[in-house]
């Protein structure tokens, strides 16, 4: 066998980190032609560690492991078997066909995120490595009996940092008709999904255990509002409970089409939807609600936008405080991997300062059982939120 690639002893291959930066290799075989290749096999220089990854001269995470066995032939059963692990963890949590699939690293698939709604997966490409491997991976998806549709979507600005193509029309291979006719379930939700035109995959998957929180909350007689509802999720829940009334507020007229439809699937009549900016609907209503849900997208992209990140959140939850009644209850999540837990602390802090409040966080939220978490890889732990009852 080859010694494809030789990679500096550290701390993160130590502890099985997947990763495996540019500045760690040592050398790469001459023999090796890396147009073609798909893969590497490498070898800690110490000897101490050895296995398969992907290998992308472009990005800063220049290697991500597909396998810790170097032996291991990377091929269509593997995928195969790759992805029936997956599913088999997935339905112990969430039986039914309805959850996020594969979650990249976690799965032993750095780079692939697929979501199943049923018989419909919908799938994100974002590295090089499952890019070049897509025949291989595309002959094991095919082979998944319950699925008769795949939806393979290359437009997320991750791609970027790959230096990959960024490509606005998916691939689709099986019967597209289930991508334009499926529903997905989720806990006692039943909700329509756009995997062409919509943002992702077109269900964020990642608030169900968060949405359950909510859900126990909501109490007949309640007036709320869901900020950034999307497709409507966190609303639609709040009227299933018996709210009185629910209005959920997003900016896109499409999202806001699709919300409506799942209101009419669900049999709901107490949600309405209005179309606007956040910041100038929460600047403009007089309204107060007893549980307002603000589930803005993420703020802080990076290093670079931490700052102008948290400078909007305060002003996003100053404005929220302003319109949750005495006692009231206010729920904030972020997807910024940048903000963490002790921000959140000191975000609120200055907005109850500022808006004259006063409360406590009686819930911590974060990712649902479908989004493991490897503790090697702690910037996969993106979600982060809080339930704040009002003490005033």
Same mark, same amino acid.
């Given at each position: 066998?080859?010694?494809?690639?030789?990679? *500096?002893?550290?701390?993160?291959?130590?502890?099985?980190?997947?990763?495996?930066?540019?500045? #760690?290799?040592?050398?790469? &075989? @001459?023999?090796?032609?890396? !147009? *073609?290749? @798909?893969? %590497?096999?490498?070898?800690?220089?110490?000897?101490?560690?050895?296995?398969?990854?992907?290998?992308? *001269?472009?990005?800063?995470?220049?290697?991500?492991?597909?396998?810790?066995?170097?032996?291991? #032939?990377?091929?269509? #059963?593997?995928?195969? +078997?790759?992805?029936? @692990?997956?599913? !088999?963890?997935? #339905?112990?949590?969430?039986?039914?066909?309805?959850?996020?699939?594969?979650?990249?690293?976690?799965?032993? %698939?750095?780079?692939?995120?697929?979501?199943?709604?049923? $018989?419909?997966?919908?799938? !994100?490409?974002?590295?090089?490595?499952?890019?070049? /491997?897509?025949?291989?991976?595309?002959?094991?998806? =095919?082979?998944?009996?319950?699925?008769?549709?795949?939806?393979?979507?290359?437009?997320? $600005?991750?791609?970027?940092?790959? *230096?990959? !193509?960024?490509?606005?029309?998916?691939?689709?291979?099986?019967?597209?008709?289930?991508?334009?006719?499926?529903?997905?379930?989720?806990?006692?939700?039943?909700?329509?999904?756009?995997?062409?035109?919509?943002?992702?995959?077109?269900?964020?998957?990642?608030?169900?255990?968060?949405?359950?929180?909510? $859900?126990?909350?909501?109490?007949?007689?309640?007036?709320?509002?869901?900020?950034?509802?999307?497709?409507?999720?966190?609303?639609?829940?709040?009227?299933?409970?018996?709210?009185?009334?629910?209005?959920?507020?997003?900016?896109?007229?499409?999202?806001?089409?699709?919300?409506?439809?799942?209101?009419?699937?669900?049999?709901?009549?107490?949600?309405?939807?209005?179309?606007?900016?956040?910041?100038?609907?929460?600047?403009?209503?007089?309204?107060?609600?007893?549980?307002?849900?603000?589930?803005?997208?993420?703020?802080?992209?990076?290093?670079?936008?931490?700052?102008?990140?948290?400078?909007?959140?305060?002003? =996003?939850?100053?404005?929220?405080? $302003?319109?949750?009644?005495?006692?009231?209850? %206010?729920?904030?999540?972020?997807?910024?991997?940048?903000?963490?837990?002790?921000?959140?602390?000191?975000?609120?802090?200055?907005?109850?300062?500022? &808006?004259?409040?006063?409360?406590?966080?009686?819930?911590?939220?974060?990712?649902?059982?479908?989004?493991?978490?490897?503790? +090697?890889?702690?910037? /996969?732990?993106?979600?982060?939120?809080?339930?704040?009852?009002?003490?005033?």
């Amino acid at each position: 066998m080859i010694r494809e690639c030789v990679v *500096k002893k550290s701390a993160r291959l130590s502890d099985n980190t997947p990763w495996i930066y540019s500045n #760690e290799i040592v050398e790469i &075989s @001459s023999k090796v032609n890396l !147009e *073609k290749a @798909s893969y %590497l096999r490498f070898d800690a220089a110490d000897g101490s560690k050895s296995g398969i990854a992907t290998y992308n *001269k472009h990005s800063l995470i220049a290697m991500r492991v597909l396998s810790w066995n170097i032996a291991e #032939e990377i091929n269509t #059963e593997w995928f195969h +078997q790759r992805l029936l @692990s997956a599913m !088999e963890k997935r #339905e112990f949590f969430y039986p039914g066909g309805c959850y996020r699939w594969v979650y990249g690293e976690a799965d032993g %698939l750095p780079g692939l995120v697929i979501d199943r709604y049923d $018989q419909l997966a919908v799938v !994100e490409v974002n590295s090089a490595g499952m890019e070049k /491997m897509i025949d291989l991976w595309k002959s094991a998806c =095919l082979a998944i009996k319950e699925i008769k549709c795949w939806i393979i979507k290359r437009d997320s $600005q991750s791609r970027n940092l790959e *230096k990959l !193509e960024v490509i606005e029309e998916p691939l689709v291979w099986g019967d597209i008709t289930f991508a334009k006719a499926t529903h997905g379930v989720e806990n006692s939700v039943k909700f329509w999904i756009d995997p062409i035109e919509g943002q992702k995959t077109g269900w964020f998957y990642d608030q169900r255990e968060n949405r359950k929180v909510i $859900q126990r909350m909501v109490k007949p007689g309640m007036h709320v509002c869901d900020l950034y509802t999307h497709t409507g999720a966190f609303g639609l829940y709040a009227a299933q409970m018996g709210a009185t009334s629910v209005l959920a507020v997003d900016r896109s007229a499409h999202a806001l089409e699709i919300a409506a439809k799942n209101a009419e699937l669900n049999g709901l009549t107490n949600i309405s939807f209005k179309q606007s900016e956040v910041f100038n609907f929460l600047e403009k209503t007089d309204e107060v609600y007893d549980l307002l849900v603000v589930d803005p997208p993420a703020f802080i992209k990076g290093k670079k936008t931490y700052d102008a990140g948290i400078m909007g959140y305060k002003k =996003l939850l100053t404005l929220s405080c $302003q319109h949750v009644k005495r006692n009231g209850i %206010l729920c904030f999540t972020s997807c910024s991997y940048g903000l963490t837990m002790d921000d959140i602390h000191e975000v609120l802090k200055k907005a109850f300062v500022k &808006s004259r409040r006063n409360g406590y966080i009686v819930a911590r939220l974060g990712l649902g059982h479908d989004h493991p978490i490897l503790p +090697q890889c702690p910037e /996969m732990d993106y979600l982060k939120g809080v339930i704040v009852q009002f003490l005033d």
